[in-house]
Nanobody, 128 residues
Framework: QVQLVESGGQLVQAGGSLRLSCGCAASGCILGGYAVGWFRQAPRGEREFVAA????????EYADSAKGRFIISRDHAKNTVNLQMNNLKPEDTAVYYC???????????????????WGLGTQVTVTS
């Protein structure tokens, strides 16, 4: 397991963009060897899948609500996995979590049960 930390959440108007980052909270962690997912949980809602990237090969998957608007990517130089969110909507308001599991395969994981490391989350609020 690794310690993860999310950043980039803030208040934004509908139609705006945000870039969330997921990085290691401690030294010695290299996210390049991990499959990473982004999840979110809205007030009074359940945690839901947003986007995922495989540990190897750069394969990605998105929830239907994120397709065409969000992009998950790796920044190997900064050792982060980013979530670029465009055309934000009020229904995107949630706490966003990144999760990771060690993996060198081309598989990505859309279910939270596959991940064993989680960050504490970053709040995204989209106003209309």
């Amino acid at each position: 397991q690794v310690q993860l930390v999310e950043s980039g959440g803030q208040l934004v108007q509908a139609g705006g963009s945000l870039r969330l980052s997921c990085g290691c909270a401690a030294s010695g962690c290299i996210l390049g060897g991990y499959a990473v997912g982004w999840f979110r949980q809205a007030p009074r809602g359940e945690r839901e899948f947003v986007a995922a990237i495989s540990g190897s090969g750069g394969r990605t998957e998105y929830a239907d609500s994120a397709k065409g608007r969000f992009i998950i990517s790796r920044d190997h130089a900064k050792n982060t996995v980013n979530l670029q969110m465009n055309n934000l909507k009020p229904e995107d308001t949630a706490v966003y979590y990144c999760a990771a599991v060690e993996s060198y395969s081309i598989l990505y994981y859309t279910s939270d049960r596959f991940y064993n490391s989680w960050g504490l989350g970053t709040q995204v609020t989209v106003t209309s």
